[in-house]
């Protein structure tokens, strides 16, 4: 990602539904470098980056310190995604769609299964999961990737109350 971007630049994680090929990745990639070089906001260019990460996340930042985003330019974004979500047959909207790493692998799985996997113990506090919330750019870096007990997971896991209570 670029580092060139303002720490408070905007940050949208959409998370597909599964993990792309490398020969999807490289496609998907291209298709993100081609989106955010004609992002624009009430005709002027919202300065910003994207990428795939983890052959699983869509990341797109926009810098404002320039060009604010404007509701047609998060709009375009959002069909942007979607269109690669058809494309390609993924679901990048399924917020209860967990994703987690089991060494340096990213898994994920819906949250009824993260639920028996934080019961069984094979999720615990130290295992890292995906806070795909972030807002910005300096969220994204210190709070995208952070262990199941400092995240918002936590509160809703079998241990605390059970998921469905919450909904």
């Not at 910003?48 to 060009?67: H, I």
């Not at 058809?86 to 692998?105: C, H, M, P, Q, T």
Request: hydrophobic fraction near 40%; include cysteine.
């Amino acid at each position: 990602m670029n580092n060139q971007l303002s720490a408070t630049s905007k940050v949208w994680v959409y998370q597909s539904s599964r993990k792309f090929t490398d020969a999807e990745t490289l496609l998907i990639n291209e298709k993100i470098k081609g989106f955010v070089n004609q992002w624009t906001a009430h005709k002027l260019e919202v300065t910003g980056d994207g990428a795939l990460l983890y052959n699983r996340f869509v990341v797109l930042m926009a810098d404002e310190t320039e060009v604010g985003v404007s509701g047609c330019s998060v709009d375009s974004s959002v069909n942007f995604v979607r269109s690669l979500g058809s494309e390609f047959g993924v679901n990048f909207f399924d917020r209860w769609l967990i994703a987690y790493k089991k060494g340096e692998e990213v898994l994920s799985c819906p949250r009824a299964e993260f639920e028996q996997l934080v019961l069984s113990g094979e999720v615990h506090d130290e295992t890292t999961v995906f806070n795909n919330l972030v807002q910005t750019k300096a969220d994204f870096e210190a709070k995208w990737q952070i262990p199941y007990k400092q995240s918002w997971l936590k509160n809703l896991s079998a241990a605390n109350t059970s998921f469905s209570s919450v909904l």
